[in-house]
């Protein structure tokens, strides 16, 4: 652009100098240089006006996404809950005197050495994982410098307080939210959230947001992208003490929609412990009315057994699934599906594998089979570059919005404005791709002016629509849950 205004300079110089030097200048030449001089400005506008990639899709997504036919105005949610304390990941290991070393995955932290090691880990991965930390007296030494550390800061927490507070923005919608509630996290809480007084309690718990950006590094390591490292000593959460409550108090509160998450806090509670206390969560979450849809909204998770079970029991009594790539592959290699053989992601995940996965999970332990007796009959799949809504054909409705929804809320807090700022984000999706990498499948063009692609495999349906991620993001903790949130909003269950 800065070429076609110097030369509109210049050229505008060159007229007056031969037109004062020699009046007798040819007026057909002048003329031409006139005429050329328009034709340059003209040009330099129409420049200046052409929208980016990221201006088109941002404005198709305002057309596509509108309003399910019946929304839902109660929704009960929980049972994880907290407050986080994020800082920067690498200051706050260096305030603890810890030096930089070489990533190792630890399943459980019981030193700082394990934190140190797995925080690298995932660092060089620019990936995000939660951990539980054992010792709880190292746990609060740290948590108390975290507090303490120069620029720390307080926010709600816990998958089920968060998407909470993302559905409570939408007036329409009154939330119960049941999990551990102490003062702080009580004082931080949306003004239309419904507490139960049995989940109040004299104190908080408090998870640890190690947040680092693309670019920073630490010894040897760097981040090629911006994420976090969570990390607690949570036993209210791991044992998810308020499952009880929370489903006793649907009675009266009468949900449309239920949200539950949490399950991935037993997992560092030990084998013995997990075991008992998910028989217990199946049989109350099977006591939810079955005309009442159930999201289940995942997490880290390292223990395939433990992964296995909540596949076998838990999977096939809720209707809809959130979770993001590190989940999605951690499920196929803990039932030996699709792309299994894959120690992780390199770089942004293929489609055609992403999709052949939400397939199976569907055909596993979903209802493909219309004479099957699971419910599960919605994915909702996200990752920095694009996210993807898997629906059974017949149970979901308006699922362009809700996958749109979901993308444009991804851009924009990511940024923390309120709407998408074309000058702040950057498309990062593949504008062409395989629906499969295990069949014959076909091949997708991204078109920004309808941004959201369709295609089906079997009786299932799936919709992909890119993120336009955020240059410089100011806080990535609780971007799926905001995603999975929205995406819920504008979903609607289909009439059986």
């Given at each position: 652009?800065?070429?076609?205004?110097?030369?509109?300079?210049?050229?505008?110089?060159?007229?007056?100098?031969?037109?004062?030097?020699?009046?007798?200048?040819?007026?057909?030449?002048?003329?031409?240089?006139?005429?050329?001089?328009?034709?340059?400005?003209?040009?330099?506008?129409?420049?200046?006006?052409?929208?980016?990639?990221?201006?088109?899709?941002?404005?198709?997504?305002?057309?596509?996404?509108?309003?399910?036919?019946?929304?839902?105005?109660?929704?009960?949610?929980?049972?994880?809950?907290?407050?986080?304390?994020?800082?920067?990941?690498?200051?706050?290991?260096?305030?603890?005197?810890?030096?930089?070393?070489?990533?190792?995955?630890?399943?459980?932290?019981?030193?700082?050495?394990?934190?140190?090691?797995?925080?690298?880990?995932?660092?060089?991965?620019?990936?995000?994982?939660?951990?539980?930390?054992?010792?709880?007296?190292?746990?609060?030494?740290?948590?108390?410098?975290?507090?303490?550390?120069?620029?720390?800061?307080?926010?709600?927490?816990?998958?089920?307080?968060?998407?909470?507070?993302?559905?409570?923005?939408?007036?329409?919608?009154?939330?119960?939210?049941?999990?551990?509630?102490?003062?702080?996290?009580?004082?931080?809480?949306?003004?239309?959230?419904?507490?139960?007084?049995?989940?109040?309690?004299?104190?908080?718990?408090?998870?640890?947001?190690?947040?680092?950006?693309?670019?920073?590094?630490?010894?040897?390591?760097?981040?090629?992208?911006?994420?976090?490292?969570?990390?607690?000593?949570?036993?209210?959460?791991?044992?998810?003490?308020?499952?009880?409550?929370?489903?006793?108090?649907?009675?009266?509160?009468?949900?449309?929609?239920?949200?539950?998450?949490?399950?991935?806090?037993?997992?560092?509670?030990?084998?013995?412990?997990?075991?008992?206390?998910?028989?217990?969560?199946?049989?109350?979450?099977?006591?939810?009315?079955?005309?009442?849809?159930?999201?289940?909204?995942l997490a880290s998770m390292t223990d395939t057994d433990y992964m296995n079970s909540i596949m076998q029991e838990v999977l096939p009594i809720v209707n809809s699934i959130g979770l993001n790539e590190?989940?999605?592959?951690?499920?196929?290699?803990?039932?030996?599906?699709?792309?299994?053989?894959?120690?992780?992601?390199?770089?942004?995940?293929?489609?055609?594998?992403?999709?052949?996965?939400?397939?199976?999970?569907?055909?596993?332990?979903?209802?493909?089979?219309?004479?099957?007796?699971?419910?599960?009959?919605?994915?909702?799949?996200?990752?920095?570059?694009?996210?993807?809504?898997?629906?059974?054909?017949?149970?979901?409705?308006?699922?362009?919005?809700?996958?749109?929804?979901?993308?444009?809320?991804?851009?924009?807090?990511?940024?923390?404005?309120?709407?998408?700022?074309?000058?702040?984000?950057?498309?990062?999706?593949?504008?062409?791709?395989?629906?499969?990498?295990?069949?014959?499948?076909?091949?997708?063009?991204?078109?920004?002016?309808?941004?959201?692609?369709?295609?089906?495999?079997?009786?299932?349906?799936?919709?992909?629509?890119?993120?336009?991620?955020?240059?410089?993001?100011?806080?990535?903790?609780?971007?799926?849950?905001?995603?999975?949130?929205?995406?819920?909003?504008?979903?609607?269950?289909?009439?059986?």
């Open positions: 652009m800065w070429r076609q205004a110097f030369a509109a300079v210049l050229l505008a110089v060159s007229i007056g100098y031969f037109y004062q030097s020699s009046p007798a200048f040819p007026e057909l030449a002048v003329r031409y240089l006139t005429t050329s001089l328009q034709s340059l400005s003209s040009c330099l506008q129409r420049s200046s006006s052409t929208a980016t990639i990221e201006q088109t899709i941002s404005s198709a997504w305002d057309t596509l996404i509108t309003a399910p036919a019946t929304q839902w105005t109660r929704v009960a949610v929980g049972v994880n809950t907290c407050v986080d304390v994020v800082v920067t990941g690498v200051g706050l290991l260096q305030a603890l005197a810890v030096d930089p070393g070489t990533g190792v995955d630890h399943e459980v932290l019981h030193s700082k050495e394990d934190l140190k090691e797995t925080f690298i880990h995932y660092m060089e991965k620019g990936a995000a994982a939660e951990r539980f930390y054992s010792d709880k007296e190292s746990f609060q030494r740290i948590a108390r410098a975290a507090s303490e550390y120069p620029g720390a800061q307080h926010f709600v927490g816990g998958n089920a307080a968060l998407i909470g507070q993302k559905l409570a923005t939408n007036p329409h919608v009154t939330v119960l939210l049941c999990g551990p509630v102490g003062p702080k996290l009580h004082e931080l809480l949306a003004d239309q959230i419904i507490v139960p007084a049995e989940s109040l309690q004299v104190t908080d718990e408090y998870h640890l947001i190690l947040e680092y950006k693309a670019g920073d590094k630490w010894g040897s390591s760097q981040a090629p992208s911006a994420n976090r490292f969570i990390f607690s000593h949570d036993t209210s959460n791991g044992e998810m003490s308020a499952l009880e409550t929370f489903v006793g108090s649907m009675e009266e509160f009468q949900p449309q929609l239920v949200v539950l998450s949490g399950l991935h806090m037993m997992e560092g509670q030990g084998r013995e412990l997990w075991e008992e206390r998910l028989k217990e969560a199946v049989v109350t979450i099977s006591d939810i009315p079955n005309e009442v849809p159930i999201h289940l909204e590190q989940e999605l592959l951690f499920i196929s290699q803990a039932g030996l599906g699709p792309h299994s053989q894959l120690p992780s992601w390199s770089g942004v995940p293929d489609v055609g594998q992403v999709s052949d996965i939400l397939l199976w999970i569907l055909k596993q332990h979903g209802r493909t089979d219309l004479e099957s007796e699971a419910d599960l009959t919605r994915i909702h799949f996200h990752t920095l570059a694009y996210h993807i809504l898997a629906t059974v054909d017949g149970f979901w409705a308006n699922q362009v919005s809700a996958v749109s929804a979901g993308a444009r809320v991804a851009g924009s807090q990511a940024c923390g404005t309120q709407e998408i700022d074309v000058n702040r984000v950057v498309l990062k999706a593949p504008l062409e791709f395989h629906t499969s990498r295990d069949e014959p499948g076909q091949t997708m063009t991204l078109n920004p002016s309808e941004p959201v692609v369709v295609w089906h495999r079997e009786n299932v349906s799936f919709y992909l629509t890119p993120v336009l991620v955020c240059k410089n993001p100011l806080r990535t903790v609780g971007l799926g849950d905001a995603i999975s949130a929205e995406g819920l909003l504008y979903s609607e269950m289909a009439e059986q």
